[in-house]
């Protein structure tokens, strides 16, 4: 079983501040993907990169995939309470394309 | 298009009971998948269909069954209901898009089972 260490679990900082999220592995994947999830409903897709050193940018998000394809960032610049919510990173595997979660990462912006 | 749907959004049962969560999508997808979401653990597969007709155990199958008789539907059913099912249940579908395959998940359904 693969497993993807998401880090930190929970980070809570003000508006207008930047941070980072991490995601780990010693397995390669074939795709990193990066979704947010607010209360009560399903996650939803952010991005998904594919190639190793591959860097995507979504406004203030930014998001790059290590050069061996085991681990991903997302940075986020100057967070807004809108910015709230659960991330999760998803790692792509194996011969149908199964994806394996990260434990999260919950993130609190304060206005 | 609705996307994913699944029912209920909420269920209690008692333990030894068993019951089916419903899944549907209109997007055509091929590719369907069932998973649970407990605290502290991100997202673990149960079960996934790569077809109509075609299932196959994820990471922690045990005490659910599927069935993917159509491209449209796959339902979750627990054969008898234990405490430890207490869980998030997230449905997805997913199609492949720039050489990933991206799932469209579903609301969810908050199941307790007592």
């Known amino acids: 079983t693969q497993l993807l260490e998401q880090s930190p679990q929970f980070l809570s900082i003000q508006e207008g501040e930047n941070l980072t999220v991490y995601c780990n592995s010693s397995s390669v994947f074939s795709s990193l993907q990066w979704y947010r999830q607010e209360p009560g409903e399903g996650p939803v897709l952010l991005v998904t990169v594919v190639t190793g050193g591959e860097v995507k940018k979504l406004k203030r998000l930014t998001f790059q995939f290590g050069d061996a394809r085991k681990d991903s960032s997302l940075h986020i610049t100057a967070a807004q309470p809108g910015d709230t919510g659960l991330y999760l990173c998803a790692g792509e595997t194996g011969s149908a394309r199964q994806l394996t979660f990260g434990s999260g990462t919950q993130l609190t912006v304060l206005p | 298009n609705a996307g994913v749907t699944q029912t209920p959004k909420f269920q209690v049962l008692k333990t030894g009971q068993s019951m089916t969560l419903q899944c549907a999508q209109d997007?055509?997808?091929?590719?369907m998948s069932w998973y649970r979401q407990d605290p502290g653990m991100g997202l673990r597969l149960i079960h996934y269909?790569?077809?109509?007709?075609?299932?196959d155990q994820g990471e922690v199958p045990n005490g659910y069954n599927v069935s993917r008789s159509t491209t449209e539907d796959f339902p979750l059913r627990l054969l008898s209901a234990a405490p430890s099912q207490t869980s998030v249940y997230f449905c997805?579908?997913?199609?492949?898009?720039?050489?990933?395959?991206?799932?469209?998940f579903g609301p969810g359904t908050r199941l307790t089972v007592t």
């Open positions: 269909s790569v077809g109509a007709g075609i299932t």
């Open positions: 997805a579908s997913s199609y492949s898009r720039q050489g990933a395959y991206e799932q469209y």
């Open positions: 997007m055509n997808h091929e590719y």
